[in-house]
């Protein structure tokens, strides 16, 4: 990824809150800057170059099937549930003696299933989600408009996201409700959302980079999804296993998805080493353990975000303040991370799943702190504009 472009950054570093020097440590913040099709293009060239046949514009139509093992986990005899053998492609059939779907959010496992005869259970949090309006831009001479900023910056009924990448892009994003017509039909226009982003302090001074997007980009339906294939009592489907975001969608917001992915693919790795897949049963079942180990507490975590700033979001809208006890402490967590910078160590690195966070977060100290700020931050709605100037602006 480095040779091919992407910019090492330490996430610390652009955060307000970060009051230097870096110490002893602060090397664990360090991350790679970089658009998706770069990772990807980067990852496609290692796996060539280990001798990995990538087929290049196969389509899959389908998976291949037979009748599978009995499912009995270390107790009696069990049903039969299929046995995935492999998939069906444009270019004809392929054997598997495993698949592993991790083609992202827009994965057709699920009618895929269904055709062999499994319901494939959706887990979703919620319905409703959020909308970005985007527009991706390149700076003029490289870098990027500031070297502090907040990544995100949350008021009202409105969000934004800075997203820092390669080659001197970057893209800015807006964030409103999915339900949310009246913004819906405003951000779609560009001078409208111009005038949305110079609402948030200092933000208007990404505008001046030469955007290298037609227009606004919208991603409609952003919420958290699960597709677990392993019930409480046995597996749904042997011969498959799903990754990464073919198995969950978490909110981009909270910019997870790729690590996650790439968390998720260790236990994978770990499982297929102990189990191999001559066991068919035991290697799904070992593997949605560790998922639901691994994972599965990040997963309803990034879940109650967006459920609590889906909340918010109704509240500020209607013109009063939206009361949580957990809500409040991670909107503490927040306002202290801008105040001190060990606690913004400690935001980040749970943020980031950085081992060890979860200690760091337990501390008494930290937990004191926070506790102590919670009736600073229920006093005081989300700092913006209201939701009347909001609209004043993008529809004006």
Known sequence: MTEAGAVRTNVLTPEPGFRGPMVAGDERFDTLAARRSLLKSAATRVAEGAGIRIGRGTVCR????????????????????????GVETEAGSTAAD????????????????????????????????????????????GTMPTDRFPPVVEHGSLGLLRIPADHGTYSLCLIGRSDDQRLRRALRNERAWSAAVRLFPGADRWLDGKPVTDGIQIMAGLTDRKRPLY???????????????????????????????????????????RTGTDHPVELVTRFAEATRGSLGRIYEQTAAYTRHRLAEMDTHTAGIPYRNPDWSRAKALALLARRDTDALRAERAAAHLLPGARDALRAPSLTDAVTRLVPEVERHMPSGPSRADLLKAVEG
């Open 98 to 141: 495993l698949v592993v779907d991790c083609t992202e959010r827009r994965s057709q496992l699920p009618s895929w299933l269904r055709d062999i005869g499994v319901p494939c259970p959706v887990d979703e949090s919620g319905r409703r989600g959020f909308t970005y309006y985007s527009q991706y831009f390149r700076s003029a001479d």
């Open 231 to 273: 019930d409480t009592q046995q597996p749904l489907v042997t011969g498959l296993v799903a990754v990464g975001d073919a198995w969950a969608v978490t909110t981009p917001t909270v910019g997870r998805g790729l690590a996650m992915s790439l968390q998720h693919s260790l236990p994978l790795r770990d499982t297929l080493r």
């Open 62 to 85: 389908g998976l291949r099937s037979s009748p599978g093992p009995r499912t009995s986990y270390g107790g009696a005899s069990g049903e039969r549930v299929p046995q995935v053998t």
